[in-house]
């Protein structure tokens, strides 16, 4: 069955970069759709298709996918944006593949 | 506006069924799938499945085969997962999603029914 690995954990200051990886066997070749959960509350898309944005989210939040590394970058961050982030997958033989996600810590 | 609004958190006995709702508006039903996911308590998210809303073509993720059936309603735009032979460790937040696309996102989220199951 296809895996894919996020880093437990990554932290940020404020108003610096925040990359978030998501690896997979030739994930590059894959469309990687990105997912932003706060406590309590429902997953809400942030990217899909590698790299597009959803209407209302912020152009602060961006991918890219190449290789065997899938990328969630966000730009200027903000309080706000301290989350779980999940990447996600479609591959025809584990069907809908989620990674286990990375906890975001704004500092 | 495009919703997606779910049935009341259940507590079920070990072995019992549960059926969850979706309730849809605000977008043309039978044109969007609709998946499953679910979620236990401090864990991340797993897939469960999906149903095409347009003519009931259903997939379910391999470990729950035989468990889980996932239907729906066109006529009240309504989505259902019925997940029978409970356990312990089916225990979690059930979401339904709107599923977009050839890149199988799920745009649009239910905000999730908890259901325990205990002894």
């Known amino acids: 069955s296809y895996v894919l690995t996020q880093p437990p954990s990554v932290s940020v200051a404020p108003g610096k970069t925040a990359r978030i990886t998501c690896g997979g066997n030739?994930?590059?070749?894959?469309?990687v759709n990105w997912y932003q959960q706060k406590p309590g509350q429902a997953p809400v898309l942030v990217i899909y298709?590698?790299?597009d944005r959803p209407s209302g989210i912020p152009e602060r939040f961006s991918g890219s996918n190449s290789g065997n590394t899938a990328t969630l970058t966000i730009s200027r961050v903000e309080a706000g944006d301290e989350a779980d982030y999940y990447c996600?997958?479609?591959?025809?033989?584990?069907?809908?593949?989620f990674g286990g996600g990375t906890k975001l810590t704004v500092l | 506006q495009v919703h997606l609004v779910q049935s009341g958190a259940e507590v079920k006995k070990y072995g019992a069924s549960m059926k969850v709702s979706c309730k849809a508006s605000?977008?043309?039903?039978?044109?969007?799938?609709i998946s499953w996911v679910r979620q236990a308590p401090g864990q991340g998210l797993e897939w469960m499945g999906w149903?095409?809303?347009?003519?009931?073509?259903?997939k379910y993720a391999q470990k729950l085969q035989g468990r889980v059936t996932m239907t729906t309603d066109t006529s009240t735009t309504t989505a259902y997962m019925e997940l029978r032979s409970l356990r312990s460790d089916d225990t979690a937040v059930y979401y339904c999603?709107?599923?977009?696309?050839?890149?199988?996102?799920?745009?649009?989220w239910g905000q999730g029914t908890m259901v325990s199951v205990s002894s």
């Open positions: 999603a709107r599923v977009v696309g050839s890149t199988y996102a799920f745009d649009i």
């Open positions: 605000g977008y043309p039903f039978i044109s969007f799938g």
């Open positions: 149903i095409s809303a347009y003519n009931g073509d259903t």
């Open positions: 030739n994930i590059g070749g894959k469309s």
């Open positions: 298709y590698h790299s």
């Open positions: 996600q997958v479609w591959d025809s033989s584990s069907d809908v593949v």
